[in-house]
Nanobody, 125 residues
Framework: QVQLVESGGGLVQAGGSLRLSCAAS???????????MGWFRQAPGKEREFVAA???????YYADSVKGRFTISRDNAKNTVYLQMNSLRPEDTAVYYC????????????????WGQGTQVTVSS
């Protein structure tokens, strides 16, 4: 298990931007660079859904709903993954979760074994 802590959520108007960060604890991480990382979100009354993922070698994957607006990136020296969110829409409102898994990238939440506590993103119209 990897300890993950998200930050950067908040309230923003439609069309605005936010950058989420997810820091992995060094105490529990043998090699952050070997982990695939993902961002998921869950809105009230809805299932958790895939947002974006990045592989150990920086290949990126996005849900169609955020493609062209969100960018996932990682800084292995800081054990941190980021989600830059631009052109935000009210439908992006959700709790955003960071997740980690050893090995190859995945887009299903069931394939990730470590999760952060989540950070709330609220987009007003």
């Amino acid at each position: 298990q990897v300890q993950l802590v998200e930050s950067g959520g908040g309230l923003v108007q439609a069309g605005g931007s936010l950058r989420l960060s997810c820091a992995a604890s060094r105490r529990t991480l043998s090699s952050f660079s070997s982990y695939a990382m993902g961002w998921f979100r869950q809105a009230p009354g809805k299932e958790r859904e895939f947002v974006a993922a990045i592989s150990w070698n920086d290949s990126t994957y996005y849900a169609d709903s955020v493609k062209g607006r969100f960018t996932i990136s990682r800084d292995n020296a800081k054990n941190t993954v980021y989600l830059q969110m631009n052109s935000l829409r009210p439908e992006d409102t959700a709790v955003y979760y960071c997740a980690a898994r050893r090995g190859g990238v995945a887009v299903s939440w069931a394939d990730f074994g470590s999760w952060g506590q989540g950070t709330q993103v609220t987009v007003s119209s």
